[in-house]
């Protein structure tokens, strides 16, 4: 469900106020937007506890909003062109499309306001820094996994993400490359988009599996690999809807309680997970630092960590993979 974003921090008590007669006038506190691509899922609501603490943390004005879902273009490029005429110090944004919002990241470059990059990445280098998982690697981490669990054989599904995201076209790409080094696995579909919600995934996901069942209402297929969260919620569906959930073994990106505990019932094998609280923190860190003069990297990589039945419930998950309070 889509929940209000935050009401952004407050700047610190008589901070515009004029400053009394013979003292210094109070310096004015740096304000950073930051834009994600969506608001509904959990991942982002998750990023957004590690915005707010860098903001209380570091002592600057967050100001969290983005669209309510991951394909409204229209509304991102919008909230960009607000940020930029309100002349915010910075913007940290993840781009849902990695085209479309190279012109409004230009824009505020060429208005004086820097742009650090996060999440998933932009094709243009007009920015501070990305600030991201290493989204490649992450594909690579669930083929080796996959590959693993089916011990080299079997016919295997990708369903993918949305058409201009950067984050899970590289992890499907990561993912594909490493099931093309097992001859013995096949790819029977890699071309089908999910869209941009649940409910959208678990339509397609249905139309993916839908031909594949069999007469004794198995799948004809070993393996799926899905590159967020709404991807994997709405294969996991259709895998429950006709009874295949734990039979066919299912990978994804991202963690929610719903997914962990699926997990645990043995309906997924393995999920790969981002860390969202770290990768906040540090879009608005980075871009702090650079307001501030300091040196920053072009590249911050924020980590990514394999879960299985093995390590599910260790104090190290349990803590990277904690749900949003709000």
Same mark, same amino acid.
């Given at each position: 469900a889509c929940s209000k974003p935050e009401a952004p921090a407050q700047p610190a008590p008589g901070g515009d106020q004029s400053a009394a007669p013979g003292t210094a006038k109070p310096a004015k506190r740096l304000s950073i937007a930051v834009i994600p691509k969506g608001t509904s899922h959990t991942f982002w609501k998750t990023v957004q506890e590690g915005v707010a603490k860098a903001g209380q943390e570091l002592g600057v004005e967050v100001i969290w909003k983005g669209p309510m879902t991951e394909n409204d273009r229209e509304a991102q490029i919008k909230i960009m062109e607000d940020f930029i005429s309100r002349r915010v110090d910075g913007i940290s944004l993840a781009p849902l499309d990695d085209t479309a919002l190279r012109m409004p990241v230009q824009n505020a470059i060429r208005s004086g306001i820097p742009v650090v990059i996060f999440d998933s990445d932009l094709k243009s280098d007009d920015y501070v820094s990305f600030v991201a998982s290493d989204n490649y690697k992450c594909g690579v981490m669930a083929g080796e996994e996959m590959a693993r669990l089916l011990n080299g054989q079997g016919r295997v599904m990708v369903l993918r993400f949305n058409e201009g995201s950067a984050s899970t076209t590289k992890r499907e790409q990561g993912f594909l490359d490493v099931i093309a080094k097992n001859p013995g696995i096949k790819v029977v579909s890699s071309n089908q988009f999910g869209?941009?919600?649940?409910?959208? %995934?678990y339509?397609?996901?249905e139309n993916l599996i839908s031909p594949l069942r069999q007469p004794d209402g198995s799948l004809a297929v070993d393996g799926?690999? %899905?590159p967020n969260e709404p991807t994997v919620f709405g294969m996991l569906r259709a895998l429950q809807d006709i009874g295949a959930a734990g039979k066919v073994k299912l990978i994804?990106?991202?963690?929610?309680?719903?997914l962990l505990d699926s997990m645990r019932?043995?309906?997924i094998a393995a999920l790969v997970s981002q860390d969202p609280r770290k990768m906040g923190y540090l879009a608005v860190k980075v871009m702090l630092?650079?307001?501030n003069g300091a040196p920053v990297e072009k590249r911050v990589d924020t980590g990514?960590?394999?879960?299985?039945s093995a390590n599910i419930d260790s104090p190290e998950i349990q803590a990277l993979t904690a749900p949003p309070k709000n």
């Open positions: 869209g941009a919600t649940g409910e959208t %995934c339509r397609s996901a799926i690999f %899905c994804g990106v991202d963690t929610t309680t719903l019932k043995g309906e630092d650079h307001l990514a960590t394999l879960i299985t």
